[in-house]
Each structure stands twice: as C-alpha cells, then as structure tokens.
C-alpha cells in the first residue's frame, strides 16, 4: 500500500534534517581526513561512521521516494 503524501510542513523539516547531517558529514569527512593524514587511528573510524550514516540515510530516502504517489 502506497503511502499518502507528505505535508508541506514535513517537508521541510526533512529538507532541514538533511541539510544539517550533510553538513555534519563534509565537517567529520574533512576533520577525519585531517586525522588520517596525521598518522591517527581514529580518523578511520570516524571515516567509516560517517560513510555508513550517509549509505543509510540515502537508503531510506530511496525507498521512502519509492513509495510516494507520483
């Protein structure tokens, strides 16, 4: 069963949500580039947190597009 559209106002709360995380990542993607080329270990894993954030969030938006009436 299809899902009923979103309201505006959902809308562009999401579109704030998605702003903001795209920020947060360019900022923690450069931060932990900035600790790779440092020679420290955590900047791997702050790498990885964020890349797999961003597949999951563009893993839902995908599906939850997917769903929507035309």
């Known amino acids: 069963m299809p899902r009923i559209g979103w309201s505006l106002g959902q809308r ?5 949500y998605l702003w903001a995380f795209g920020i947060a990542s360019v900022i923690a993607i450069i931060f932990s580039l900035f600790a790779i080329a440092a020679g420290k270990t955590g ?3 702050l790498l ?11 893993l839902v938006i995908k ?5 929507q009436p035309g």
């Open 12 to 16: 562009q709360q999401t579109y704030r």
């Open 43 to 45: 900047g791997w894993v």
């Open 48 to 58: 990885g947190m964020f890349l797999c954030g961003d597949a999951v969030v563009f």
């Open 63 to 67: 599906n939850v597009k997917k769903d």
